[in-house]
């Protein structure tokens, strides 16, 4: 009997096991993401994921040390390209850069960057120019300041509608190695956005020391009173600084110290923070990474927090943790947490990056961190997640760094491949009145009788910034009795209610609500196609507004146009204006030598007119073809005589147009 129990104990755990062994596929190389963070301080590494050009599909920025920064386009196809030198980005090839956050500082509708250096040199702003190119406004936005910077946070810290910067500064050292020679931590600096595209670097409005060797910071609405708090996290807290909490006390232009008496002032040496509810009872709660034990910090009410980390088994207490987050990684409706880790040491030592599924209510987590052990060497520091495929499922990005030419570790993409069929929702803010990217907004859902609360934020985790479009896991609920929106400026709230599951919602502070669809088009050069009613051929995003009965439809059409001589735009399809798979037309064989076939899922006009040409526009078959005759199924033949090459093939069906791009043998 007690081998029995014995044997069926054992088949749980491998099963459980295999399960858990489904929840992440690691896929950077084959998304075409290459990148490593090069710095023998064994510093840096910062990731941002966010949407430069609008067109609702995530990209990637990754900071490289003493590499090439590089900026990482989605195209809507599980694919990336590097445009990096495209977008304008070539600051950084003699300038060591560390972390990175983004946000609409200047309220024109696209979201800039904030990038942080080392070792005495200056941050860089990077302004989005509408999404087609970068270009850095620092110094004549009045960020001048020089120092060894690694986080920066933003916020709307005085509510008055754009974002102010925190940027957090590391140490002062006069000799190598630097963590031998350390002379004194360095000032952190606050600049406040005037709303006329400058900032002022303003005095210490901390009402405490502001010098505490600080590795991450982040913005915080820690008392939940619609004003964002400041969470400052500091390296040699021993030595220097511990962790301060500052609680802003708008309308006045300061913050009080309150590390002391909420119980977070930790004397360690902490490397980042993640912020969510894991308890599910309405406040946020604070998992701080450290060398050594972890700490999760539960809220108690009246700014009290309470180390939980030890009895909760997730302060792991081996090695270095990083870049951290809560997210639902597999939407069951709880909070899960991740945390990057990577040695100090300039070998190829690694170690496992930490995955802990949450249960709520239960209080209490289980390591699964062997999901997203990999065969490659890992060193990671920060992270940043989002939904970078658009599947409802969340995605994580970690920074890998390499401290020596030894070390080959590189970043790692964590696709979610998690078997369940949860449900979800997700939600992208707009201010007006706020920062237009709702940084500091908190948002709700309720449903089944139960709260999720989440927190828009302009940076946490390591020196990196997450998705900006918040997500809630709903298990198998197909609605959400109600959305409500709490926008940090005179607190005002919305709501929504009778939400469907499985919906990215756009919701327009002052402007109501809409669902987002996405659809991503590739042609190639020369070819073009109908978009909302108009012949397009330019590369870039096209926006519709439907109205649907009660619904308000924002459809987001990416145009991807491919160069004409690589070999796989022979086989790039375009899809007609209305992307159903019912009406996709399919043309075979390519190559072809002397007959092709064209079968449509839908109803075809009697007669279909038929155009191929070369490379170069010249016609060189036009024909009308009865497709009622053929039954759907279009055959033409009388090729063998054409050369060899690249054609394109229009097919006329009323007021469709289908475009193909073949290759003849």
Known sequence: ????????????????????????????????????????????????????????????????????????????????????????????????????????????????????????????????????????????????????????????????GDLDIYVGNYVAYDNLPFDQNITSPLADFFYENNGDGTFTKIDNPLASEEKGCTLVSSFSDIDQDGDSDLFVLNDFGDFYVPNKVLVNNYPNKNFSNESDTSGMNAAINSMGVAVGDFNEDGNFDYYVTNIGHNKLYENKGLLSYEDVARDLEVSDGTGVCWGTAFLDINNDGHLDLYASKGSLLNLNDTQNNLLYLGFGNEARFEDVSETLVTSQPNKARGMAYGDLNNDGKLDMIAANIRVSEGNRGSTKVYMNTTPDQANWLKVKLEGTVNNRSGYGALVKIYADGKEQIREVSGGSSYLSVHSSIVHFGLNQLDAVDSLVVEWPREKKREVFKNLEANTDYFVKEGDGIFERVFETINICQGDEIVIGGETVSEEGVYTEFIGEGETNIIKLTKLVVNDAATADCSQVTVPSEENIDGLEMVVYPSPFNNTLRIVSGADLEDEVHIILSDISGNIVRNQFVNSKAANGSITISGYETLPAGVYVLKIISGNKTYHRKILKS
């Open 1 to 160: 009997m007690r081998d029995m129990a014995f044997y069926l104990g054992f088949l749980f755990s491998l099963l459980s096991l295999s399960l858990h062994a489904q929840n992440f596929t690691e896929k950077a190389k084959e998304l075409g993401i290459e990148h490593f963070m090069s710095d023998s301080k064994a510093m840096g590494g910062g990731v941002a994921i966010f949407d430069f050009n609008n067109d609702g599909w995530e990209d990637i920025y990754l900071t490289g040390g003493d590499e090439n920064d590089q900026l990482y386009e989605n195209l809507g196809n599980d694919n990336y390209r590097e445009v990096t030198k495209e977008m304008g980005i070539t600051q950084f090839r003699s300038i060591k850069t560390m972390g990175v956050v983004a946000g609409d500082v200047d309220n024109d509708g696209f979201t800039d960057l904030f990038i942080t250096t080392a070792e005495g040199a200056r941050c860089y702003l990077l302004k989005n120019l509408e999404g087609k190119s970068f270009t850095n406004v620092a110094l004549a936005a009045g960020i001048t300041h020089e120092a060894w910077s690694m986080t920066a946070t933003m916020a709307d810290y005085d509510l008055d």
